[in-house]
């Protein structure tokens, strides 16, 4: 037993250096979004592939490999520690599994495929794109292969989902994206024959964006964000990354006419910062020390974003101060036309700006062309056909050119296939939690109103924070509330807040 | 030869990669002075220790050391090459000789007396700090004599001196300082009989730091700063950092009472980064791509601080924008009173805060004692006292406790012992450059007038920036002005400056 115990020091001793080295990586790539000088991008990436190589090695060597043979049956663990060797394993065979030639060739190809995705879209011609994304389709059928997923219809694309959201294939997202989508569509369909419920004051006036960045932070703050190990930045595009355990940072981006944009940015990447703030310190460093999927991080930034930050008992609570802040702007509005106003639906070809309402359903329509690509049921030159097909299905839209269509997304062009359903499963894994917090927390909208997160924070820090990588989605699920993944729940939370607000 | 041509191919390929990480160590270092959250501090020492022993793993190595091994006559080499093999053999030497235990003892000790140092002053107790002082002093006289110097009285500084400026030892420089105190004393004594030339505008009203913020943006662009290569950002302590090739980086701090403060520290810390950024791409990436020593590098911006930032010439240039900035502030103010009051002489107790007049007599003073320190001849608990009669007797100024006095550098806490007379160094160089530039330019004054910088970045450019390392110091002197150090451009300069300012 001296040597197991010898063996599992060692072995974390191995983890942490990777993981300061990850860390160190998102530094660099964190500086190379927010602060690099244009010309520098050449150095930073040499940097990061030296830097990024390194972590490999940490991960990937005969002594990790001896060490794991060693605790093959190790028993007599903590929980934690088995839960330590088991994500440690797993990280450790992904990246055995893929060659150093094969790892590369993914870069090389990626490079290309992402500057070709650039040029498709500057001009909306997606043959510019097509034999790339050909290529990234093989590259990654090959890499689940790899990984070993084989023998049934869905099993390359099962192989990628379980990168974002590990046990959960294809058939079971479909058994909850499909009602989903018909119940949406449904709504959907109510909502287009009333009237909008328009904000002209959103539209129309000029919102200066340093006093917008000065509300932001003050919300923030507010929501019990700690700029102690935090930071608010900008960049081109919002994200959250981790840079350290006591240094997580967020970005956000403002436009002077568009005041919500860079607030809703704002509250959707704190509610990723909370979750990796959360996690419990005796995880530190080591791998379980990150959210445990994509799925359950948007859960958190989606919750905090939009069932919290769009509803009416939040802006009781912030409302009278946005208006100190914009007094001109929001001149005589009142709290319910503010209310209806961020909470107005009107699909939009494009995902990143679509409402509450159908932005499910923009990400089931990727979720169904990437299964049939997959699945050799969809060819690459068919895809800009189906991708229109079914934004007039889904959303009553046609796509006037492929940059508003099939281009719009910067994730196949990276190769990201699997991803997409992360948003969908955030919004529906939020509100499976949100139920049960809320049936422990009957105070929660007087709590909102009067600006008192503290129940909230506490209840999400015990129950999904602090668990970190330990407790893999479904089990996560399963221990809160005692269910599976279901869509019920969000449905009953859109249909009864939109009922509401357009009076259906 | 073919075998020379791989092995120098495989040792390029080799300090590339250690420079790289030498260039993401300083990303997260700069990172640590500019953005890093409070509590970030502990994760991001990981992260440096790491990646600070991978840069040392590529220099010190079997493989670099049977490389130059092979070299050794090498013969037939372009004079870069030779340059090359002549810098990464110092660089590999001096990190050779001290063993893995000792740098880890070094480090350790200068954690301890850093915060040591930090108490000290904040209580104005040199007690605190002189257990760790000597502690500090007995390292870095091991260091030196790991290095091989022996045998005279100035051997071990003599070590230390050759860090920062290679070549030149405790006697040559006494050679140049000696002098130099005699006649800057004289000259202060001269002034100190004069009625300072106040400037009451620069002492009582409020300058907006966003507003002097935006003006230096603007007085950099206007020197020819490259923003596509490099950032201006805040930090406690202004510093200049190379992060790439591209990627050079300056701080400054303002404060609304002093608005010249920040001004001339941006301006100094652009100087360095003139520098930096000047270097031939064809020494990019390698270890030739800096700055040749501190005392050249001073040169750089003590010249653009001083000698062009603080000349009349330079503010007809900028003066009437600077009041476009500050109408209410500079009201009634003219360019003869500006110029007076940003070129006051008051010796001060403190370094940093000091004239250009008084400045070498606070580096002498520091010299003499560590010379003093590692020929044995000084005691550490008879420094304050030394340092007390020396400060009376250079500038007619006693500390009235030790925090004004001997505590008040960072440098010797951290065992950057010889490193001071770089400032000292960098007024010297920085006047012999001059001199020479002004006699190629004959026109400088008047191009100065009219914000001119072409034709000096120019001539900077090609006789300095662009060899980095490949010339050392005092062959870089020699190369442009046919001397050796001397004291006498300096001298030249400040004594005619300050005899037609104060009307001596």
Redo the contacts between chains.
């Keep these: 037993m001296a040597d197991k115990t010898k063996a599992l020091a060692k072995l974390h001793s191995l983890d942490?250096?990777r993981m300061?080295?990850e860390?160190?990586a998102a530094?660099?790539r964190w500086?190379q979004e927010t602060?690099?000088?244009?010309?520098?991008v050449?150095?930073?990436a040499?940097?990061l592939a030296?830097?990024e190589g390194?972590a490999h090695e940490k991960l990937v060597n005969p002594e990790t490999e001896g060490l794991l043979g060693e605790l093959e049956d190790a028993g007599d663990l903590s929980a934690q520690e088995e839960d330590f060797l088991r994500v440690f394993r797993r990280d450790f065979r992904r990246a055995q599994r893929l060659s150093p030639e094969f790892v590369r060739e993914c870069a090389r190809a990626e490079g290309l495929s992402q500057a070709a995705w650039v040029e498709a879209r500057k001009n909306s011609d997606f043959a510019v794109f097509a034999p790339h994304l050909e290529k990234m389709i093989a590259l990654a059928r090959k890499k689940s292969e790899y990984w070993g997923w084989a023998g049934t219809a869905d099993s390359p694309y099962d192989g990628l989902l379980d990168i974002y959201e590990p046990g959960l294939g294809a058939a079971d997202m479909a058994g909850v994206f499909y009602p989903l989508r018909e119940r949406l569509s449904a709504l959907l369909e109510k909502i287009s024959a009333k009237a909008p419920a328009l904000g002209a004051f959103l539209t129309g006036p000029q919102y200066d964006v340093q006093r917008q960045d000065a509300f932001c932070r003050e919300l923030l703050g507010g929501l019990g964000f700690d700029?102690?190990?935090?930071?608010l930045d900008l960049s081109a595009h919002p994200f959250t990354t981790t840079?350290?355990?006591?240094?997580v940072r967020i970005t956000t981006r403002y436009a002077a006419a568009e005041p919500l944009s860079g607030l809703f940015s704002v509250i959707h990447e704190g509610g990723h910062g909370f979750y990796e703030l959360g996690i419990d310190p005796a995880l530190r460093?080591s791998c379980l020390a990150e959210g445990t999927s994509m799925g359950i991080h948007e859960s958190q930034s989606r919750l905090w974003e939009n069932v919290i930050g769009r509803s009416r008992a939040f802006w009781e609570g912030w409302f009278p101060r946005f208006k100190e802040y914009f007094p001109q702007q929001l001149s005589g509005v009142g709290l319910d036309s503010f209310y209806r106003a961020m909470n107005r639906v009107s699909p939009s070809l494009i995902r990143v700006e679509a409402d509450e309402v159908s932005y499910s359903l923009h990400i089931i329509l990727r979720f169904e062309l990437e299964r049939r690509l997959f699945q050799g049921t969809l060819a690459v030159q068919d895809l800009p056909g189906a991708w229109n097909r079914a934004m007039e299905e889904y959303l009553g839209l046609r796509p006037a050119c492929d940059a508003q269509g099939i281009l719009q997304d910067v994730h196949w062009s990276m190769g990201a296939f699997g991803y997409f359903p992360s948003y969908a499963l955030g919004n529906l894994y939020g509100l499976q939690f949100w139920e049960k917090l809320r049936e422990c927390l009957p105070d929660t909208d007087a709590a909102l109103g009067r600006r008192d997160y503290a129940a909230i924070h506490r209840w999400l820090g015990e129950n999904i924070y602090r668990w970190g990588r330990r407790l893999e989605p479904s089990r996560l699920l399963l221990k809160i509330t005692g269910k599976e993944l279901s869509a019920e729940p969000f449905l009953r939370y859109i249909e009864r807040k939109y009922t509401e607000l357009y009076e259906l």
Tied chains: 1, 2.
């Design positions: 942490t250096e300061h080295l860390r160190a530094v660099l500086d602060c690099l000088p244009a010309k520098g050449e150095d930073r040499e940097q030296l830097i390194f700029f102690t190990r935090s930071r840079l350290g355990f006591n240094d460093s």
